[in-house]
């Protein structure tokens, strides 16, 4: 019975109050006193913050109002005694502003743990859920855009948290200030100008930025783009070279950077007149209040500084109403970059366990096959009915044909699939009533295209069983014929292996990857083409390590190359999804049919490489004997180049 669950419908955009509701047990981790008890201390030095700022007015009013009565109105100097009044108001202000700047600082360093250990705990969760999806899904994803998904996510949780705690809040409570300290030292009027202000202020900067999130969305996929294309191409630099393609991927990628640069000019031209209409209205906000406050001088009702005041607190007023623009085009640019993350989450695994099930228990390690179908695609069946069993430590060998879905049977047998129908199981246990963890833990896998770490030799063979000792280690790499390789190294086994292991051949390559895979020592072994990509030469040194490896294992060897299966206590032969033949290979051979014609190909093509290789060889030799003492072999005999004299 089939378990393959359909990926459900993308959810819809996550809006600021759902993204919040899912951020919230982060940002006050349950568990976690002293964190919550940093985010009680933020606020609370957020009020008193605020409370600073807005005295910070009426300090400079104070100031103003005790120069003008120490004057009088007269011109010349004023004596030094009357000077103790204003000093003592620019003291007061002084001190103020630096008690708004202390206290804002430490709540924000109070309040930085809290936000960064919200924005690991979600990038971790993440990361998880990232290696918990199916194979399908990260195959049809590419590495680039993903990696570059997960950190914008990272970086759209920090800003989100950040502003809202750390800016919109405090702008918020400032605001409520502004508004109530202008309609009791004045009247309701200045309120409500400043109301009428903020409002239009507000909307414009609405109406902008839902216009300029479209402009941000290209620039975001065109930035998406070009980095996957130049990871794309980074990471096949051999390829690119071996074809001469240089100016094509230069080409590709300048594509792709050229809708950037168009999306990103886009979004400056549109920030710029976001940032023109904010400055407008607010200037006319401003100008009507000191109007308002010059009419109540003139009638006697306020001081001169009473005029400073009003000017004071909305220049005040103008940096968080700054920051309120910043904050919702930010806030509306971290949802976006952290969309992509919610839908990841979002996202069901493919292959999951059910509940409560038990892990795989391993005794005699058989494994058996029975009435397996599978598609990747309905429309293309790759196995049609397959059943063999491989008996407890023996070795069964599948041959075929490409596309005849060979590899589908061990991509099957790790659950990184599951059949449509039939089942597979390990010693009587369906393999899909089992913990994925248990069953790849009893499986060692060594695959045709050994993809190695960027760290150094340790590590890949370690990888294999991390507690192993160094002892375990040293003796995986000597059971896997590496030992000496690594041993003449400089570094030894701390000699980086570089991207994907390019710094190693294909023989080493194949060695470390047995090597991790002795060491992990798997009661079921999988080869999966192990030797296909090596020349003759090495694949046999690999073939014996592999043969040392799999001796009292349960093992399942898919084979490109016939050689490496003789010895095999069964070999099945697929074609077309089907089992065509199966025996051993003396069996087979007698039978004449489809391995046998295998067979035969495949040594008349290793009889005319042999042939090719002796012919060169003879010509070599024959041409060395002809050739004078210190004569060079070329195409066509050379006159000898006429003597320089100097």
């Not at 993204?19 to 009020?47: C, E, I, M």
């Not at 103008?318 to 919702?328: T, W």
């Not at 589908?408 to 913990?435: M, W």
């Not at 190695?452 to 375990?472: C, H, K, M, P, Q």
Request: charged share 20%; proline share 5%; net charge neutral.
């Amino acid at each position: 019975m089939s378990t393959t669950q359909t990926p459900p419908a993308e959810p819809e955009r996550p809006g600021l109050v759902a993204t919040y509701r899912r951020l919230w047990p982060y940002l006050w981790p349950h568990g976690r006193p002293d964190l919550q008890r940093r985010v009680f201390t933020a606020f609370g030095l957020l009020l008193v913050a605020k409370v600073v700022t807005l005295a910070m007015p009426f300090t400079f009013k104070w100031a103003t109002d005790a120069l003008v009565a120490a004057v009088g109105g007269k011109e010349g100097s004023v004596p030094t005694g009357i000077w103790a009044a204003p000093a003592l108001m620019i003291l007061l202000y002084g001190t103020a502003r630096i008690a708004m700047a202390l206290l804002t600082q430490v709540r924000d360093g109070l309040f930085a743990k809290v936000a960064m250990h919200a924005v690991r705990r979600l990038a971790l969760q993440t990361f998880r859920h990232m290696h918990q999806l199916s194979l399908r899904f990260h195959l049809e994803r590419k590495t680039g855009g993903l990696t570059r998904v997960l950190e914008r996510g990272r970086n759209g949780i920090e800003e989100l948290s950040r502003l809202m705690v750390l800016t919109l809040v405090p702008t918020i409570v400032e605001f409520l200030l502004v508004l109530g300290t202008l309609a009791y030292e004045f009247s309701l009027s200045y309120s409500a100008v400043v109301l009428v202000m903020v409002a239009a202020y507000l909307g414009y900067t609405y109406k902008a930025t839902e216009w300029r999130i479209a402009i941000r969305r290209r620039m975001n996929e065109s930035d998406t783009d070009a980095n996957t294309k130049a990871v794309d191409s980074l990471l096949n630099y051999e390829t690119v070279k071996y074809f001469g393609a240089e100016a094509r991927e230069t080409a590709r990628y300048d594509q792709s950077m050229a809708r950037y640069e168009k999306a990103s000019t886009q979004t400056y031209v549109s920030l710029a007149v976001l940032n023109a209409g904010q400055a407008v209205i607010f200037t006319i906000g401003m100008s009507v209040v000191m109007w308002l406050a010059a009419r109540d001088i003139m009638a006697g009702r306020a001081t001169i500084g009473g005029f400073v005041l009003v000017n004071t607190m909305l220049v005040q007023l103008s940096m968080p109403l700054n920051f309120m623009g910043m904050i919702y085009r930010e806030i509306k640019q971290a949802l976006i970059d952290i969309d992509d993350m919610f839908k990841i989450l979002h996202r069901n695994p493919e292959i999951a366990d059910r509940p409560g099930a038990p892990p795989l228990a391993v005794s005699d390690a058989v494994v058996r096959f029975e009435n397996v179908h599978f598609a990747y695609v309905p429309e293309r069946p790759i196995l049609r009915g397959i059943s063999f069993t491989v008996p407890a430590g023996r070795t069964v060998a599948i041959v075929g044909p490409s596309g005849a879905g060979k590899s589908t049977l061990s991509r099957l047998l790790f659950r990184f699939y599951e059949p449509q129908s039939g089942r597979i199981t390990v010693d009587g246990q369906d393999i899909a009533d089992v913990q994925q963890d248990s069953l790849r833990a009893a499986i060692g896998m060594v695959p045709q295209d050994t993809v190695l770490f960027n760290d150094t030799i340790g590590y890949n063979v370690r990888y294999g069983r991390w507690e192993a000792s160094e002892e375990e280690v040293r003796e995986a790499a000597r059971l896997a014929q590496i030992d000496r390789f690594i041993a003449a190294l400089p570094e030894g086994y701390d000699t980086p292996v570089g991207e994907r292991g390019l710094k190693l051949s294909g023989g080493e390559k194949q060695r470390v990857a047995i090597a991790r895979t002795i060491l992990k020592g798997p009661p079921i072994l999988v080869l999966d083409e192990a030797t296909s990509a090596l020349d003759s030469f090495t694949e046999r040194e690999i073939q014996d390590a592999l043969d040392r490896v799999s001796r009292g294992r349960t093992t399942l060897v898919i084979a490109h190359r016939l050689s490496t299966v003789v010895g095999a206590d069964e070999i099945i032969v697929l074609d077309q999804g089907r089992i065509a033949e199966r025996g051993t290979h003396g069996a087979l051979l007698a039978q004449g049919g489809v391995y046998a014609a295998m067979w035969n190909r495949q040594r008349e093509a290793e009889a005319a490489r042999e042939a090719l290789k002796r012919a060169e060889s003879e010509e070599g030799e024959s041409l060395r004997t002809h050739l004078e003492p210190g004569e060079v072999p070329g195409p066509a005999a050379k006159a000898p180049e006429p003597a320089v004299v100097s």
